[in-house]
């Protein structure tokens, strides 16, 4: 007698947040993130040939500049209540100012195996080939697909599939602006199937963090002949400072004696202000060398871009995370330490899951 049974239909929950892919202009004079999730949606051609069950929700309208901490972790509280209840898989759009740093903020408090996918779009929907509806079929797609499970959060723009950890926006207008350019993309949509070429290794996921709690992480990178004075006025009014270096981490030296001082007060990250390659711990050993600083109490990058690193330096200040702690999760995100270091491991099956959701409860 054949099977009645059959394979469950996708059910994708899409979040929309503003940004560019939903900007339009009612006067001519300049676009502004108008379009609801549901307009997006209902504006994808073939996107009801697909087969999957859409569900919208309204959740910000703004550009992606705008977007804050809070945003994002109240969005990562929420998708996660809609795979708790069955979605297959959540999108994400938004504006691809922030896209790098949004998504990496998502992956971190992302903790189950359901895909969680972001994209965006580089031309509004008033200018001629607007890719909107392309990446947000793609996204569609990818979240939906099973192949994407186990991933955490991903970014797909241009039917390339990235992971968020290492994503970067490389160019301020084209369309192929998303780039992993330590790694390159994970894999590609094509013919409406997510092909992934390689998939990660492993996950690194932090407990979500203290809503009441405050973090003031700052960014500073340095310059040809740089001024101590500005980095002294940054100073005492940050929790978490991420510097950003010359080459494989290094700084001019008159610095060296306020990084010093600023290290013993508060975590301070050195990272590389190149866009790609990893920070060095122990080659050079002038002042103001990576090896140098290391011996004064920075914490080294690795891997990590600094825009990444902020936001992990912030999420775990937040989360109130040990100091010993933070400087093992910066090493074990930078590629510097073995992932089983990770202080705060993540369930890698839905029992896990359940597991560890009953005893934090």
């Known amino acids: 007698m054949p099977s009645t049974s059959r394979t469950p239909v996708p059910r994708v929950v899409v979040f929309g947040l503003g940004g560019t892919i939903a900007m339009t202009s009612s006067n001519g004079d300049g676009v502004g993130p108008t379009l609801s999730a549901r307009q997006l949606v209902d504006a994808v051609p073939g996107l009801a040939e697909t087969g999957i069950e859409i569900e919208v929700v309204d959740f910000r309208r703004r550009p992606g500049a705008s977007l804050t901490f809070s945003d994002i972790a109240e969005l990562a509280a929420a998708?996660?209540?809609?795979?708790?209840?069955?979605?297959?898989?959540?999108?994400?759009?938004?504006?691809?100012?922030?896209?790098?740093?949004?998504?990496?903020?998502?992956?971190?408090?992302?903790?189950?195996?359901?895909?969680?996918?972001?994209?965006?779009?580089?031309?509004?929907?008033?200018?001629?080939?607007?890719?909107?509806?392309?990446?947000?079929?793609?996204?569609?797609?990818?979240?939906?697909?099973?192949?994407?499970?186990?991933?955490?959060?991903?970014?797909?723009?241009?039917?390339?599939?990235?992971?968020?950890?290492?994503?970067?926006?490389?160019?301020?207008?084209?369309?192929?602006?998303?780039?992993?350019?330590?790694?390159?993309?994970?894999?590609?949509?094509?013919?409406?199937?997510?092909?992934?070429?390689?998939?990660?290794?492993?996950?690194?996921?932090?407990?979500?963090?203290?809503?009441?709690?405050?973090?003031?992480?700052?960014?500073?990178?340095?310059?040809?002949?740089?001024?101590?004075?500005?980095?002294?006025?940054?100073?005492?009014?940050?929790?978490?400072?991420?510097?950003?270096?010359?080459?494989?981490?290094?700084?001019p030296e008159p610095l060296v004696t306020t990084l010093t001082d600023l290290a013993g007060r508060i975590p301070v990250i050195l990272s590389s202000r190149t866009p790609a390659g990893p920070t060095f711990t122990h080659t050079y050993g002038f002042p103001g060398s990576e090896q140098d600083l290391l011996a004064r109490g920075l914490i080294p990058a690795g891997w990590l871009?600094?825009?990444?690193?902020?936001?992990?330096?912030?999420?775990?200040?937040?989360?109130?995370?040990?100091?010993?702690d933070i400087a093992t999760g910066v090493a074990t995100a930078g590629g510097l330490a073995d992932p089983?270091?990770?202080?705060?491991?993540?369930?890698?099956?839905?029992?896990?899951?359940l597991e560890t959701e009953a005893v934090d409860a």
């Open 79 to 251: 998708a996660t209540r809609e795979l708790e209840t069955g979605a297959t898989g959540v999108v994400v759009t938004q504006g691809t100012d922030t896209i790098e740093e949004t998504a990496y903020l998502l992956d971190l408090l992302h903790r189950r195996p359901e895909p969680l996918i972001v994209t965006g779009a580089m031309r509004n929907p008033t200018l001629a080939g607007a890719d909107g509806p392309a990446n947000l079929l793609a996204a569609i797609q990818t979240a939906a697909s099973p192949t994407a499970r186990e991933q955490g959060c991903l970014v797909v723009l241009a039917d390339e599939i990235h992971a968020a950890r290492w994503v970067t926006k490389t160019h301020s207008t084209s369309g192929a602006t998303f780039r992993s350019l330590d790694t390159g993309p994970l894999g590609y949509v094509l013919e409406g199937t997510v092909r992934l070429l390689t998939r990660l290794p492993y996950r690194l996921t932090i407990p979500a963090p203290d809503p009441a709690e405050h973090a003031n992480v700052g960014l500073y990178t340095v310059t040809l002949d740089d001024d101590v004075a500005l980095l002294d006025a940054i100073g005492p009014h940050v929790d978490g400072l991420v510097v950003a270096g010359f080459g494989v981490g290094h700084v």
């Open 305 to 324: 871009h600094p825009y990444k690193a902020r936001i992990l330096l912030r999420t775990l200040l937040t989360a109130q995370a040990k100091p010993q």
């Open 340 to 353: 089983t270091t990770w202080p705060w491991p993540t369930p890698t099956n839905t029992d896990d899951l």
